[in-house]
């Protein structure tokens, strides 16, 4: 096996260990070997031959041994064990709320039940209540959950479409004949959430060879549709992925047309026909010339169309047509590399996985001239929040941090914003900081009335300086919470107070229409991370996409500031 199959063998046992019901320490453990394997580099046979699996992240030396006899025989007895043991379906079958293993294990034994498929066929046929332990009630309530199951929006967050469409992408590079390929769709305009990964590849060979390698990427478990250009596939862990090849004098237009919302692509079309041109997926022509028009990057579409090329991040037909039309998109987009230094970090002072030394060192690597240092303040006791007493001992630890680094670090707090707007901490200790950022961590059910007057009440103290996480959503967990939102930019405005875009990928907050309404007003932003480790500082890539779709520049971003001017402006006592 290469290490793709074995990743995906890793995740199946892992996924059936979990539904075993096996300690959660084992099954998560080979979860996150599955992805620690797909990610090595070209070294993965070395590190097998040579008895090194110990080296990757998260494998001891049982895993290793598993891992071996995978790649060796393309066998494991573990594995196989488990397939023994589990009825036949039972991972597809699980999915079903209410299904356990026992149960799924009698349908198996009494129907012959292995898919969902048969399951709706004998529920069907009334067959279900001839089976010890399921009645018309058990039967009603496997219905609606069927319904549910498959009316359900299967979009997943796009932390993890990433992810998946980047090992794809890893794959496909083993292919002779690609000369480009790119993540396309909406995870390349950067939206909270996929519910396709969609990728794109330019071929210097027939494009049917390059799908029939993307079909044989091993973590495939269903071919969906297929032609000469193009497949649609489902990977094992219930990713869908959309795969598109054309030869490099079309591939710009692919691209193009794989990226847009439909929406945006519809005016598209509607511009293309209103200037005689015949707009398609892969070829731009002048109708009146019968000549396909040279396309040799994204820009030239637009450019043929009389328009401002149109960054990705804007293309949902939300105005950017309009002002591409006008020449007023902007050409000073926010961009990773305008950012200077990292806002919103924990450490494990308080809920942070790494020190303050190790958080320093990493955002220096990443060519940061400043970081604040904002663990929780006392009120989050959830998330160790600081007393006093610790907060001293850190600040201690900051200083002797600092002569070890060239990065400034900033004395910061992330402070609740208590139910009644107050700032955790007294103004004494608030007044000692070198920014505070005010977030609230509880009592999100207030009414709208109240949680407005308690943000409002938080603005208003001069020693708010960034408010953070603003609406508190968990992406596809938690709603935003309620509150007049329009009431509060206003008062902002009229503070020195600026607004986080979060970029912990679970967050994603402000939405980018709120962003937009806030921009109306003179208000300037901070882009985070909200990191708690050092791998969270890659956070500031989904800060940025997300700062892009609401058409935020430079000039509106203090962390883009140099050190002495972004502390002028997140001053408590400035």
């Known amino acids: 096996m290469n290490k793709f199959e074995i990743a995906a063998a890793l995740q199946e046992i892992g996924l059936l260990l979990r539904i075993k019901g096996t300690d959660q320490y084992r099954w998560r453990a080979y979860a996150r070997a599955a992805q620690a394997v797909a990610e090595t580099g070209d070294n993965f046979p070395a590190l097998v031959d040579n008895k090194r699996l ?49 149960k799924i294990q009698a349908l198996n034994r009494a129907l012959g039940i292995s898919s969902v498929a048969d399951l709706k066929a004998a529920l069907a046929a009334g067959k279900l209540r001839d089976v010890p332990g399921f009645g018309a009630k058990t039967e009603n309530a496997l219905r609606e959950q069927i319904s549910r199951l498959e009316n359900r929006d299967d979009r997943i967050l796009l932390f993890h479409a990433l992810r998946a469409a980047e090992k794809v992408v890893d794959y496909m590079h083993d292919y002779a004949g690609l000369t480009r390929i790119d993540i396309a769709g909406s995870a390349r305009r950067w939206k909270e959430t996929v519910s396709m990964i969609r990728i794109t590849a330019a071929v210097s060979k027939a494009p049917e060879a390059a799908v029939q390698h993307f079909l044989s990427f091993p973590p495939i478990v269903e071919v969906e549709s297929q032609d000469q250009a193009s497949a649609i596939v489902k990977l094992m862990e219930g990713v869908r992925v959309s795969f598109s090849a054309a030869a490099p004098d079309e591939y710009w237009n692919l691209l193009h047309s794989e990226t847009g919302s439909r929406a945006h692509l519809d005016r598209i079309e509607e511009i293309a ?14 109708i009146g010339k019968r000549a396909t028009l040279k396309v040799e990057k994204e820009a030239d579409i637009y450019r043929h169309l009389g328009m401002q090329y149109v ?20 050409d000073d987009l926010i961009l990773l590399e305008d950012i200077r230094g990292m806002v919103h970090c924990h450490t494990t002072y308080s809920d942070g996985r790494n020190s303050v030394e190790e958080m320093a060192l990493a955002a220096q690597s990443m060519g940061m001239k400043y970081m604040t240092i904002t663990d929780h303040s006392p009120t989050a006791s959830y998330a160790g929040g600081l007393t006093v007493d610790r907060l001293m001992k850190q600040w201690d630890e900051i200083s002797r941090v600092q002569e070890k680094v060239s990065i400034k670090l900033l004395r910061g707090t992330e402070s609740d914003i208590l139910r009644d707007g107050a700032l955790d901490y007294s103004d004494s200790i608030l007044e000692k900081f070198d920014v505070i950022i005010a977030s609230i961590h ?50 902002i405005a009229e503070s020195n107070a600026a ?62 500031l140099g050190l002495k001017a972004f502390v002028s402006s997140v001053s408590p006592t400035a």
Not at 273 to 286: E, G, N, V
Not at 455 to 471: C, D, M, Q, T
């Open 499 to 560: 607004i986080e875009i979060s970029g912990d990928p679970h967050r994603l907050d402000l939405e980018p229409r709120w962003i937009k309404e806030a921009r109306k007003r003179p208000i300037k932003f901070v882009i985070s991370t909200d990191a708690h480790s050092v791998s969270d500082l890659q956070n500031l890539k989904f800060g940025i996409g997300l700062a892009r779709r609401a058409g935020v520049r430079k000039r509106e971003v203090l962390n883009t």
């Open 442 to 491: 509880n009592r999100y059910k207030l009414d709208e009335d109240e949680m407005t007057r308690r943000i409002i009440n938080a603005v208003k103290n001069p020693l708010f300086k960034v408010w953070g996480h603003p609406l508190g959503r968990l992406v596809q967990r938690r709603p935003p919470i309620a509150c007049r939102l329009e009431e509060i930019f206003d008062v």
């Open 311 to 330: 960054p990705p991040e804007l293309r949902e037909d939300a105005g950017e047509i309009e002002d591409a039309l006008a020449g007023k998109i902007p």
């Open 273 to 286: 026909k209103s200037k005689r041109i015949q707009w398609t997926p892969r070829k731009l022509k002048s």
């Open 54 to 102: 110990t080296e990757i992240k998260g494998v001891g030396a049982s895993l290793a041994a598993v891992i071996e006899d995978l790649y060796k025989t393309g066998r494991s007895p573990v594995l196989e064990k488990l397939r023994e043991e589990l009825p036949q379906g039972v991972l597809t079958l699980s999915k079903i709320p209410g299904l356990t293993v026992t």
